[in-house]
């Protein structure tokens, strides 16, 4: 048989190929010859085709019928066939084919070899691609060549046991007596593959972190030879663009970083080396960027001084002036992660953080953004805001969202005055209303009505603002909501902030009308306003046969919501006419209602301050059940059972689709279920709410911080932890805080949190903080449950979460039976 070509006429010939078929063609004719040779038993060029073999590997072509012919050439004296054996082994073999397991004794017998590079090869092989159980076979032979003198194998044994204690945890304990000298080898190949040992040992085990920290003193040896890389002068075998090493500098910068967190003694001794590092580290190249990141890292990751967390942020301000975008990126990420705890030093860089919002580069304005809203405060919220409605008029749409939510968030929370408030809202609603949320409307709805002073200018402006463009339906909404309820504000001319124009009553009934027969105008827009007209005519007094006139016309609507409420304003004027101005007499001043306790702790971000609960009293009636019942049906069921009941019901066991008992349909007292009382038996009335009727006393106790908190759900990134208080007045009812975590790269959308209990449980949900998790954990959602349990049983309960992440919507159920007794005894 003719000598077969050799590795570079292959290489030559395939890409001389002009055509996909023809390499394939080249390739499938030398994978052939491949194969005849290997059936001879050719030992001779068996070397030879497997090159050739793992090159047609690479390029993405089959070549698992050389798996055992790599296995012989391990098994060869000869070096070149080692080498080219061991490279097919790690190309072509993994752990799950069982074939790997013939190699492990070849791979013991090079490890006792007497040659440092066949040891090499084996511990490159074993390394790379070792299972679990060549791993608890050869992990004695990798413990010795780490012991041993020789630098060249002791760097290939210390990432080879990283790689058998991933495997075998357990084994840990066997490498520990090996790596007490490893620190004071000079050979920087050696230092960074024990660092890297060390840092894998230490992240496994707490006990192994424990153990460095105390009996090894680990911290003075690191931070010994991080000092002598620092002043150490230029070594052309290990300077990378004028700094030492700046590979094991960051080794050493992470395996400091783990050591310290939550350890005062390793902290303290390791602020002077890290001072040194942020100070003496040259930034004019990459090099050093990535040390002093590490650097700051660390910093903020350990019990450092306050000196030194300033030096770490002003660092991180620098990097915001670099031209790299990657280094601004990275900089703003820190810097939203650190904003909470080191507010005020953050906020010295807040005029270069708002430079990044004109950024080209859309990832550095979303993170500017978010660092933005958070570095708001009363303080700045004027600059800060007109900063942001500048960035909101010129952002792309999808910022627009994210940014319309954040204005509305720190306007309610820092506005200096209410008119203040009511033109950034109403700045927003013109500049982007089609992309704030939902509630927006009603929110600016309730806020305009609260002002009673502000009334006249307010709906002056938005009167102006809706002048021929109705392109923003909210904006839109707000101002015929506004127009029917203060139109006679409007026609007076009552306008004190500003100068009052000039409106007839025709002039506003012509912009309702023109809003009803607008192409723009949505059927939610068209209710709002033919409610304006039907109000006004208790406002206007020579317009009503007008407004008579434009009602009817709709009483024949197309569209039935608004078909409906015109017929009901007809009916208004021919039955009812002696009720109509006390049906449309103006709306009452709106009470917001404080949910979670009687004082809320205002996070001002930098300030905190108690904020007073307005209590109100219970309703003297039963709620509808569409507001009494927070709680979903999470199995789809249509027969929906009150949550928090008005009176004691019950139902036939037989009844399909239960709401409560997600639990598997069990009744958890044990008793069958009670029968349908009589008629004749008078209804006990109850609170429509679990705290509703209390007194106006503390409503927790101070036991309460007692309770420890649990983790209800974490996976996929998605963490969901629960925090517990108890009523002071009413024992039985339990107030559960979920806070909900995302820790993956990319926001969670669209976030929805249902819960259900037994029915020996009443549950109350209320409204969630926000319905977008942040990513990288920078924030969180919060949403308070209220749960009554009169029989002091366990509590049990099965939780539904559903969100949009990475473009897919994604749902889960979990039950949660893991409650504290404190937080149901």
Request: net charge neutral; charged share 20%.
């Amino acid at each position: 048989m003719p000598a077969p070509i050799r590795l570079r006429e292959l290489i030559r010939t395939i890409r001389t190929a002009r055509t996909q078929a023809e390499e394939r063609e080249m390739i499938q004719k030398e994978c052939a010859a491949i194969r005849s040779s290997f059936r001879e038993e050719d030992n001779t060029y068996r070397c030879r085709n497997v090159a050739k073999l793992l090159y047609m590997h690479m390029l993405g072509y089959p070549a698992h019928f050389g798996q055992l012919e790599c296995l012989k050439l391990i098994a060869s004296q000869k070096f070149t066939d080692k080498r080219i054996g061991y490279l097919g082994a790690m190309l072509l073999l993994d752990e799950r084919q069982d074939v790997h397991l013939l190699m492990t004794n070849c791979i013991k017998n090079d490890l006792n070899h007497s040659t440092q590079y066949v040891q090499g090869l084996a511990l490159c092989t074993l390394g790379c691609m070792g299972s679990s159980e060549m791993c608890r076979d050869l992990a004695g032979e990798v413990e010795k060549l780490l012991k041993t003198s020789n630098s060249y194998l002791r760097k290939k044994a210390a990432l080879c046991a990283v790689h058998v204690i991933r495997k075998v945890p357990e084994l840990m304990e066997m490498f520990l007596p090996a790596t007490k000298n490893l620190l004071n080898e000079k050979n920087h190949g050696v230092l960074h593959t024990s660092v890297v040992l060390l840092t894998e040992m230490c992240e496994r085990s707490p006990d192994m972190l424990a153990h460095f920290r105390k009996n090894e003193k680990l911290v003075p040896q690191l931070v010994r030879i991080l000092k002598n890389l620092i002043m150490s002068g230029y070594s052309p075998e290990h300077d990378v663009s004028g700094i030492s090493d700046p590979f094991l500098q960051v080794r050493i910068l992470r395996l400091l970083r783990i050591l310290g967190r939550n350890d005062d003694d390793s902290s303290e001794a390791m602020n002077d080396i890290l001072a040194q590092v942020a100070t003496n580290t040259e930034t004019s190249k990459n090099v050093g960027n990535a040390i002093l990141y590490e650097t700051v890292l660390t910093i903020m990751d350990i019990k450092s001084e306050s000196g030194l967390r300033v030096l770490a942020i002003n660092i991180l301000g620098r990097f915001l002036l670099n031209n790299d975008k990657n280094i601004r990126y990275v900089a703003l990420t820190s810097l939203l992660k650190t904003v909470q705890t080191d507010h005020n030093a953050v906020q010295r860089h807040r005029s270069t953080i708002v430079d990044c919002l004109k950024d080209l580069d859309v990832s550095i304005k979303r993170r500017a953004m978010e660092l933005s809203f958070a570095l708001v405060n009363g303080n700045n919220i004027r600059g800060m805001m007109k900063e942001l409605l500048y960035f909101l008029d010129s952002c792309e749409p999808e910022f627009k969202a994210d940014c319309a939510s954040g204005i509305f968030l720190a306007a309610e929370k820092y506005a200096p005055s209410k008119r203040w408030h009511i033109d950034t809202i109403m700045r927003v609603l013109t500049t982007a209303g089609s992309y704030v949320r939902d509630d927006a409307v009603p929110n600016l709805i309730q806020l305009i009505t609260n002002s009673v002073e502000m009334h006249a200018y307010t709906v002056q402006r938005l009167y102006k603002a809706i002048l021929g463009d109705y392109s923003q339906q909210p904006l839109v909404q707000v101002a015929a909501w506004c127009i029917g309820e203060y139109g006679d504000l409007l026609v007076s001319g009552q306008c004190e902030e500003e100068e009052p124009i000039q409106v007839t009553e025709d002039e506003v009934l012509d912009i309702l009308e023109s809003v009803l027969i607008s192409n723009m105008s949505t059927s939610v827009t068209r209710g709002y306003a033919l409610t304006a007209i039907m109000k006004l005519s208790t406002r206007f007094t020579c317009t009503v046969n007008r407004i008579k006139k434009v009602v009817s016309i709709y009483g024949s609507s197309i569209d039935v919501e608004l078909q409906q409420r015109a017929v009901e304003y007809n009916a208004l004027f021919k039955k009812y006419d002696h009720m109509r101005s006390a049906l449309l007499e103006r709306m009452p001043v709106m009470e917001k209602v404080t949910t979670n306790g009687p004082t809320e702790i205002v996070q001002t971000n930098g300030e905190t301050e108690p904020a007073p609960l307005e209590t109100k009293p219970p309703p003297s009636g039963p709620q509808p059940t569409s507001q009494a019942n927070d709680l979903l049906d999470l199995l789809g069921g249509n027969d929906i059972t009150p949550v928090i009941p008005t009176a004691p019901t019950s139902k036939p066991a037989s009844a399909g689709g239960e709401l409560l008992d997600l639990l598997g349909d069990i009744n958890l007292t044990g008793t069958p279920a009670a029968a349908p009382a009589p008629s004749s038996v008078p209804q006990i009335s109850q609170p429509s709410f679990l705290l509703d009727g209390l007194s106006s006393g503390p409503l927790f106790n101070d036991i309460a911080t007692g309770i420890p908190s649990i983790t209800a759900y974490s996976k996929n990134g998605l963490k969901i932890e629960f925090t517990f208080e108890r009523s002071n007045t009413n024992p039985s009812v339990t107030v559960i805080t979920i806070q909900a975590s995302n820790s993956t790269e990319l926001d969670m959308t669209d976030f929805v949190f249902q819960a259900a209990v037994p029915k020996t449980f009443q549950l109350q949900l209320l409204s969630p903080s926000s319905s977008i998790v942040p990513a990288f954990n920078t924030g969180t959602i919060t949403q308070v449950i209220k749960v009554l349990n009169p029989q002091k049983q366990q509590l049990r309960m099965r939780i539904k979460l559903t969100y949009n992440h990475k473009g897919s919507a994604m749902q889960d159920l979990a039950e949660v039976n893991n409650f504290p007794p404190q937080s149901w005894q």
